[in-house]
Each structure stands twice: as structure tokens, then as C-alpha cells.
């Protein structure tokens, strides 16, 4: 049986973005939901979709999976392991290729732009992946998605208790819905195109990270204070001080990301 679309990462937060504009255009037969946990089958079949069960660490389970598959979203594994996530992304292309899948979507991010040398480390398995796809043969598109608008806690390390906001750059980052993001991929998908091409989903318009303190203090009527400090000044200040108590390689990590939006990787 033909499937014209998989939606892989049907339950994470960009996944079933897309697989809502599949329901709200597209006719049920067309599609399906993909997800690692079985116990999600129900939830999709209650609703009259169908539901596919994938494992990026069995090949078996990927190889069922794709049978019968035309166009398959391929969602990246959420693991901070990049050795791991490689062998993940690696399987997930090996079966897409035995599948002979027509169209693979990859959704990547968009540190860098349209070019390959980003300096976050986060975007180093997607750069990877990528090739992984144009060494395999399959048609593919890249889709690198922005940064979502709602992960701006996450970009300032800012909660709500927070008096002070220090970060090593003020230097202004698109950032888009996460909703306006799913809608554009899954439009891509159905309208098809770009292949083996990098597709770049962002916002018209960026903002500085110090703007956005300032929406906070509008929104929530405090006096959130902005500091932009050195690197070494960064990391001292959130190992000794995070609210959220993350490790020091969380920050070691985070802090590749704002050298490559101090260089214009993001805006």
C-alpha cells in the first residue's frame, strides 16, 4: 500500500505542527503519524489517523516503518549525544534508502544560514546529516528551521524570577512561531520541489536579545536588567549562579551558539 507521507516526530512540538496542517488540508489516506512510542498508537487511531511505530536504533523496526512510503519527515533524534545521534541518523538514512522513499525532508536548523560553517555545536550533527543524505542517493530537501520564539527562555537562560540577564552577545536573532514553522514545512512537503536543495524558514525581521528583555519588562511590569559580559564572565556567573542548576558543559555548549550569532549566524 502506498503511503504519500510520513510524519515523523508526529508528538513533538514541531512534528505536530506539521501533521496538523496535513489533517486540516489534506484527505486522512494520505498520511500518517510516526512516533517511537508505541502507547501513541491509540491516540492517533482514536482520531482516524494512522500510526506507523519507528526506532532510529533498529533498523528492522525503520525498514516496517517506511514500507510503502512516497515523502517521510525526518525529524532529528533529540539526543544531546552527537556520536549517537550520528549512528540514529545514519539508520534512519540507510532504511529511508533501502525503502527507495521518493522525498526525504530533513528538518535541520538554521545556525549559519544557507552556508556550512556554523560554530554551534548543535548544528554539527545536522551539517553531518546533510551529507549523510547526499552521499545516500535519496532525493532530499533540508528545511533549517529558525529558532522558535517560544524557546527565548532557553536562548537567555531567563525565568521568571530572574533579576538579570547576562549573555557574551547583543546581537540581534530571528526567531519565528514554532506553529508559522510546521505550516511552511508541511506546505513544502504537499507542494514539493527543492530537491537536494537547503531551504532556510526564518523571520522577516530580528530582534536583539536586549529587545527582548524589554517585551519581557512590558509584559510582566518588572525591571529585568540586560549585561552583555565577556565569554569568561558568562560561564563563571551561570556555574554559580543558574536558577535552573544545568551543568557546566550545558553552558560550555550554549555558548557556541552565541558565538555564532555574534558573527550573524542567525539574523
Not at 81 to 106: E, G, L, P
Not at 115 to 136: D, G, I, P
Not at 138 to 164: C, H, Q, V
Request: aromatic letters at 10%; glycine letters at 6%.
Amino acid at each position: 500500500m502506498i503511503l504519500k507521507y510520513l510524519i515523523v516526530g508526529a508528538t513533538g512540538g514541531l512534528g505536530e505542527k506539521v501533521l496538523a496542517h496535513f489533517i486540516a488540508t489534506r484527505p486522512a489516506h494520505e498520511y500518517a503519524a510516526a512516533s517511537t512510542q508505541e502507547s501513541n498508537r491509540k491516540l492517533f487511531e482514536d482520531r482516524g489517523i494512522a500510526f506507523r511505530r519507528i526506532n532510529y536504533d533498529e533498523p528492522e523496526v525503520l525498514d516496517t516503518a517506511f514500507d510503502g512510503v512516497e515523502n517521510v519527515l525526518f525529524v532529528s533524534t533529540n539526543t544531546f549525544d552527537n556520536d549517537r545521534r550520528r549512528r540514529q541518523h545514519q539508520n534512519f538514512v540507510d532504511a529511508a534508502a533501502r525503502a527507495k522513499i521518493k522525498h526525504v525532508w530533513y528538518t535541520s536548523l538554521a545556525f549559519g544560514g544557507f552556508t556550512s560553517n556554523s560554530k554551534a555545536t548543535v548544528q554539527t550533527a545536522h551539517l553531518e546529516t546533510e551529507e549523510m543524505l547526499r552521499r545516500s542517493g535519496l532525493t532530499f530537501t533540508s528545511i533549517r528551521e529558525g529558532l522558535y520564539t517560544d524557546a527565548f527562555p532557553l536562548m537567555l537562560n531567563w525565568f521568571p524570577e530572574s533579576a538579570k540577564i547576562t549573555l557574551p552577545t547583543n546581537e540581534p536573532m530571528a526567531m519565528a512561531l514554532r506553529s508559522e514553522l510546521g505550516e511552511a514545512t508541511a506546505r513544502l512537503m504537499i507542494t514539493g520541489g527543492h530537491e537536494n536543495e537547503i531551504v532556510l524558514l526564518t523571520a522577516e525581521a530580528p530582534i536583539r536579545p536586549s529587545e527582548i528583555v524589554t517585551v519581557i519588562n512590558e509584559t510582566t511590569h518588572r525591571q529585568v536588567e540586560f549585561e552583555r559580559v565577556s565569554t569568561e564572565a558568562f560561564l563563571t556567573a551561570h556555574e554559580e549562579g543558574d536558577l535552573g542548576k544545568k551543568p557546566k558543559a550545558f553552558f560550555e555548549s550554549i555558548l557556541t551558539w552565541y558565538e555564532d550569532i555574534e558573527i550573524g549566524g542567525c539574523d
